[in-house]
């Protein structure tokens, strides 16, 4: 983590050391809430960069894999306005909110 942190203080307005810092705590530590912040940071520092609708993209599959579908949802649709053209995205909410069908419907049995 300490060339992750390195590479932010270098590139603090980089979205992409963002990006690799919250994949590698979300992948390779299985640090889902660390990533989450992380890609959180990221996004508050980065709010102007036309390239911060990604950091929103995988902040919502962490949330995602979390089976936090409605904070999954938010995130995606925030990085849909962000790039409209990400048509990935529309299909990962649609996903999430089948999934959180089901999950409502599980805790209603």
Known sequence: MIAY???IKVNLRNPLVWEVKGAALD???????????????GIEVNSLDK???????LKGQVFDEL??????????NKAIVLNPNNSIGSTLVINAKEEDLKKLNKSNL
Not at 52 to 57: D, I, M, R
Request: hydrophobic share 30%; charged share 30%; aromatic share 28%.
């Open 27 to 41: 992948e390779y530590y299985n640090n889902h809430e660390e990533a989450i912040k992380t890609y959180y940071k």
């Open 51 to 57: 390239d911060v609708w990604y950091l929103w993209f």
């Open 5 to 7: 942190d390195q590479a």
């Open 67 to 76: 089976g936090k579908y409605h904070e999954a949802i938010d995130a995606y």
